[in-house]
């Protein structure tokens, strides 16, 4: 706990520009006596003496008072801007799971603009648990994700909802379908997600479906994932489906949505502490919802 109070900083620096007690009482608002006991008081806290006080003459710093005086000013003004912040002094953060941002973050930070335009906009990009503390500690407003790793302290509204997709070679068996369910991935060799909470929700989601699993791989990238079901290390399963059926080192590999009712998985909007939410996250909301 702090034993210097703001109200003490405040009367030092008054004394120190004016030069005198009695100058500085009225300037404050406080009587002489009880000024010149708070400015005692933070002399002996401090265990050195701030003014020399001598009869006659006006009250001056010591070499201590003015590197004092210096940093009081520093704490008042600190302490004056947090109470003068505002939540319109700083950009409105839309966050986004990362795998999804190349698909939805773009397109979403364009339409707020144009809903709000004399509001400036920025983008972060996480994993769950970085946008859950990122959003709980007021540096990300409103993300856009899977519901996944955020407990009922948030607020939370589905947006679409998404199936995943496997990844294999060219020449792998299941290239003869034109979709899968889940269940025809026993026993066949997995690359997932290296994510933990990611790698958590296709582990249960699989086991649910009585698949047995073999993982073989573990990718902290979906382009590594791809990569690796192109080149026959196994079978990629992803929520995340870029257009394209060439790998990143150019490796083709073919595509094959999973149609399983249950792998279904809502896409949201996100957001801290909804029962104080900042208006303007509201409406972020609506804005994106209904577009």
């Not at 912040?85 to 930070?109: H, I, N």
């Not at 698949?211 to 073989?216: E, G, P």
């Not at 192109?230 to 257009?243: D, K, R, T």
């Not at 249950?262 to 804005?287: C, G, Q, S, T």
Request: aromatic residues 8%.
């Amino acid at each position: 706990m702090l034993s210097i109070s703001l109200r003490q900083y405040e009367y030092v620096i008054a004394v120190a520009d004016v030069g005198s007690m009695t100058e500085a009482a009225i300037a404050v608002n406080i009587s002489q006596p009880s000024l010149s006991v708070a400015i005692k008081d933070v002399e002996a806290k401090m265990g050195r003496k701030i003014f020399a006080r001598r009869k006659g003459s006006a009250t001056k710093l010591t070499p201590f008072g003015h590197r004092f005086v210096d940093q009081a000013r520093k704490v008042l003004e600190a302490a004056t801007a947090i109470e003068q912040a505002s939540d319109t002094a700083r950009p409105f953060v839309l966050g986004c799971f990362e795998d999804l941002a190349p698909w939805y973050l773009t397109k979403t930070l364009a339409r707020l603009s144009d809903s709000f335009p004399t509001t400036e906009f920025r983008a972060y990009e996480g994993r769950f648990t970085q946008l859950a503390t990122e959003m709980n500690e007021g540096r990300v407003d409103l993300a856009i994700t899977y519901d996944i790793g955020f407990d009922r302290s948030f607020g939370r509204r589905t947006i679409m909802q998404v199936s995943p997709v496997v990844f294999v070679a060219v020449d792998h068996p299941l290239v003869a379908q034109s979709t899968i369910d889940l269940r025809q991935l026993n026993d066949c060799p997995l690359i997932l997600s290296a994510e933990e909470l990611s790698f958590g929700y296709i582990r249960n989601l699989l086991t649910e479906m009585g698949v047995k699993l073999d993982v073989r791989h573990k990718t902290s990238s979906l382009e590594m994932m791809r990569s690796l079901a192109a080149s026959g290390a196994g079978v990629g399963i992803s929520y995340s489906n870029p257009p394209t059926e060439v790998c990143y080192d150019g490796q083709p590999l073919v595509t094959i949505p999973i149609t399983t009712p249950e792998a279904r998985a809502d896409v949201r909007l996100v957001w801290a502490n909804p029962a104080e939410a900042d208006p303007f996250i509201l409406k972020a909301v609506e804005a994106i919802a209904s577009a």
